[in-house]
């Protein structure tokens, strides 16, 4: 009993213990919490307190950091447009047929602010357009215009290079070298093609090329051997008509150069009748340099006989000359007439050295054949 009692009581004792030990924890830890949750309001207190006070003599205060400012924001339109031109619009006008306006749509100096998906569909409006104008309206010059904007916002683009091409090559433009230009653009884009091989073809044609014509011609109507369009039918007739002028030209060639050729010998011949006709005339010079007297006459003339007898009497030796029964004295004559510019009309003629005295002159003779000796 005794015993029991002092068990109970070493129980009680150690629960007492453990309660003590246990409530002064929990007080400890409310002590230690209450000082920590103080910290950051007296802290926040300090530095407001710091921030509302003046700063020290002679220390400028900085000025707290502003924000950055937003970056604008770039302004566009849909995307692939650069809101210059509405496409929709461009159609609407083609579709009512209002070239004027369509053709206003755009600016020739905004081509490059353009982006390249708006040039080619408004190229390719601008064809259509030029297509109709050909076709339907007849208007040449008008699509002509069309075509030349076109290419202004897509230079390769081939259906408007060969419409413009036939506008230029159409009678009623006529401008062969243009047509020729862009043909070479189209063979560039693709030589294979039997339209830009047809194109070239007719360019060079017009232009009179015919070896060039036939090379594409033959090319094109080889193309389309196989079909019986109608761009094959121009092409092996345009072809013919390329060859014919081919074989004019060569048979004009062959016989320009043959006409060379005599020409050539023929200008030989008169340089060597020139240089013979040039020692005759030398020769001759010289002969009537030498004081030749030469008097001609006929047999019938009573002046010649006087003239004979002056000469007689002056004891010169000279020539006397029918002009009647000798043609070769008579054409002597007239070339030394000529030669010397003077008019014969008559005898007697007498020829002293380089001079001809015409008619019975005794005084002039006489002076004449005193400076021969």
Known sequence: MVHMEKRTWATLLAIAFLAASCGGGRQ???G???????????????????ESSPPPAGVVAEAPPEAPAAAPQPVSGPAGSSG??????????????????????????????LTVPERRQLADIFAE????????????????????????LAPRHQPLLRLQVRNYLHPELKLFGGAEE?????????????????LRGRAAFEQ?????????????ARAGRQHSGKQVQEAWHLLDLARGKAQEVKSALSMTR??????????????????QQEQVEAREN???????????????????????????????????KDIEDDNRAREELMKEAVRQGVEITGVPVVRIGNHLVRGYNPQRIRQLVQQLK
């Open 32 to 50: 230690q919490a209450g000082t920590d949750d103080t910290g950051p309001a007296r802290a926040g207190a300090t530095n407001r307190q710091a």
């Open 84 to 113: 210059l031109v509405d496409l929709a619009q461009a159609r609407m006008l083609l579709k009512k047929n209002r070239f004027d306006e369509l053709l206003d749509v755009f600016q020739p100096g905004d081509v490059d602010k």
């Open 286 to 320: 010289a002969r009537l340099a030498g004081g030749d007297i030469v008097l001609y006459m006929t047999r019938w003339c009573g002046y010649c006989k006087k003239t004979r007898q002056l000469l007689d009497s002056l004891g010169v030796p000279y020539q006397a």
């Open 258 to 275: 043959e006409l060379e050729r005599r020409l050539k010998l023929t200008r030989a011949r008169l340089r060597e009748l020139s240089r």
């Open 208 to 220: 009179g090329e015919w070896e060039l014509a036939i090379k594409w011609l033959e090319k094109a």
């Open 129 to 152: 357009a030029a297509g109709r104008l050909r076709s339907r309206h007849k208007d040449v010059s008008y699509a002509s215009l069309f075509c030349e904007r076109g290419l202004m």
């Open 182 to 198: 862009l043909s070479e653009k189209l063979i560039a884009i693709d030589p294979n093609d039997q339209v830009n091989q047809l």
């Open 28 to 30: 400890q830890q409310r």
